[in-house]
């Protein structure tokens, strides 16, 4: 228990923090902004900017949002893998032989290109365990010795993931310094079904890694009803006795501050705002928006489908798109600062949500839609598509139900032409769940007795 003539000491692991912009920063940064209004000397252990990787989104904006109290440790990662790749970037891939004989007149056969590939890709999910930070490892843990040794050791460690290397921090910090861990779970780890693809090796080392996690954490806490319950089918009642539930939200008073537009007269922008990622694909609305206009139904000099942000899928869009004859309609826009995104949020007719496939997660960006109070089109199962449906202002329907995506794609451009509901304050805001996650932390410092 801590001493009542000095404030409670957090030790927040998290990569993920201002000015990294991932939509993950933002619970971590609600959280870290709780504690220091309600008392807490709070530290946070995170990554280097300096040491990003190009794809990352960075808004130094963000960083005006980390209270003036709070310090920050920076630990730059070891990307020994990124090493490693450049040598067998180097080595010249298997030509095709040069003669008419098998062996290009060597006498031995050049190897197949895509063994020399999957090779790369083995090296590359083999460095890449439990994910492409884990360089950052050994230098957040030196960060946070020091850290101990300079300032006092933490009342208690909270940590939030992915990246889950994160977790990995923070089991050794939970070890050498011997406090008590609070572990948060935004996404399923071990068992995520849309990472089928890995390697056995790389979902075996998950699964060790999720159970030594389990194992030592003290409280752990979900975003999503569904990954809880499976972790507690998986783990057993006993373990399940020390998880919490806190869904995620955002910060209300981000969009408070910003005008409200009417959405334009000119026409219906339905936008997707964020990446494209983990069988994210848009592919389904892409047909039934090309079906719509082929029978009259939407007009397409009226009509725009945006994405607002990078897009990492496997199919080519642009040309899925020109194959559909809407190539005029379907617009793809770099990624812009948070607050640029919110606004884009605030003046588009209707937002679309992409989660097919992930009925164990609620990402992060269905709450910024909620609070926005737009019409919401949401290709989803599970947790996401309930939240969606209760919100009151939203559809959601099964990534693979041709028609129900259609009549669903034209239900919500009708609502935008409608007054709708505020959905209740509580769906989205998510100072109460960093008010949760305090609580979590004061039962970790002082648990209750039985």
Known sequence: MTSESR????????????????????????????????GWDTTVLTSDPAHFRPS????????????????VLRAGPLRMQEGLLRLLRRRPAPSAPQSNRQDGGSGRTPAPAGAFTRVKNVVNAA??????????????????????????????????????TGQLVAYGLKLLLRRPWVADF???????????????????????????????????VFVAKGNRDDFAAHYGSRVAAKFHLVPNGCDPAEL????????????????????????????????????????????????RLRFLGT??????????????RIDDVVEFLPRVPRQDGLKAMLSASSL??????????????????????????????????????????????????????????????????????APPRE???????????EQVLRQAVAPSPD
């Open 256 to 303: 408070d501050a910003l005008e409200r537009p009417e959405p334009s007269a000119n026409g219906h922008v339905m936008l997707h705002a964020g990446s494209l990622y983990a069988g994210r694909t848009p592919l389904p609305v892409f047909k039934a928006v090309a079906q719509a206009i082929d029978r009259g139904l939407l007009d397409r000099s009226r009509f």
């Open 127 to 164: 460095f890449s365990i439990p994910d492409q930070e884990v360089g950052w490892v050994l230098p957040a843990l030196w960060s946070g010795l020091r850290y101990r040794f300079q300032s006092g050791a933490p009342d208690v460690i909270y940590s939030s993931a992915p990246p889950w």
């Open 7 to 38: 404030r409670p000491r957090a030790l927040v692991v998290a990569y993920d923090f201002p000015p990294h912009a991932a939509i993950g920063t933002m619970r971590t940064l609600r959280v870290v902004r709780l504690l220091s209004a309600r």
């Open 427 to 437: 769906m989205y805001d998510g100072n109460l769940g960093a008010a949760a996650i």
């Open 56 to 71: 990352t989104p960075n808004d130094p904006a963000l960083l005006t949002q980390v209270p003036a109290g709070v310090t």
């Open 186 to 220: 935004r996404d399923p780890w071990s068992r995520a079904p849309w990472r089928g693809d890995r390697f056995r090796f790389a979902i075996r080392a998950a699964a060790f890694l999720e159970r030594r996690v389990v194992a030592r954490a003290d409280r752990i």
């Open 311 to 324: 897009n990492i899928v496997s199919a080519d869009l642009a040309e899925a798109c020109r194959e559909l």
């Open 352 to 421: 679309l949500l992409l989660q097919p496939g992930h009925t164990v997660s609620v990402p992060g960006k269905v709450y910024e839609y909620l609070a926005v109070g737009r019409p919401i089109f949401a290709l989803a199962e599970g947790e996401t598509a309930d939240v969606v449906q209760h919100s009151g202002i939203g559809v959601s329907v099964a990534s693979d139900d041709e028609p129900s995506i259609l009549n669903g794609l034209l239900r919500v451009v009708q609502m935008s032409q409608g007054p709708l509901p």
